[in-house]
């Protein structure tokens, strides 16, 4: 017998984890804890710049046409999803890093002017390569209705945000965090979703495949 995986990521990537859940032999319990939305903006003069950092698919997604000026310079991506956003949308790709930025800069020497396209609400970034920040996207709660739901399963935590989220929504309906286990996308989400669960695991590397291998034996119930 197992338990379903809960996923919390919004569209569209909440039915491309679906997919995969369902592939991997699980039920997939569709909860997402957010909704994402294109902000305005107005792209820099790309001639400041000598590489364009994205951390997350959906700046690809929701960069609209200032994206567009902005596709003569490298890309620096983290994790393999927004490396294929970025490529799908004809930018050029010139380093793939996983959740930890610092070891991404680390490994990319000879960027000194980076442009970071990020979310309106993103952990804050303190590197000297880091030339400017433009907030392409908002990535606005949805309080759950009930979350009675998550009773029993294994909740899929794709960021720091979305396990700080999971945790005050269940805390706000009353459903006890020992009833739920968690699988997280890194180690600093794992930490932002706090302690109580009743069993949480990590994926070795971002990406829904290690996610969904991570969460694999917290779902089987002997």
Known sequence: MSRPLAILRPEPGNAATAARVRDAGFTPLVIPLFEVKPLHWTPPDPARFDGLLLTSANAV???GMGLALLRGLPVLAIGPATAQAARAAGCDVARIGDDD???????????ERLLWLAGQDRTAMDHPALAATVAVYASDPRPLADA????GSVALVHSARAGVQLA???????????EVRIATISARAAQAAGAG???VAIASAPGDDSLIDAARPLAIDP
Do not use: Y
């Open 197 to 199: 669960w009743d069993a």
């Open 101 to 111: 930025f610092a070891s991404l800069l680390r490994e990319s020497a000879g960027f």
């Open 148 to 151: 009675a739901a998550l009773r």
């Open 61 to 63: 997604r929701h960069g």
């Open 168 to 178: 005050g929504e269940l805390d706000r309906h009353g459903v006890a965090r020992a």
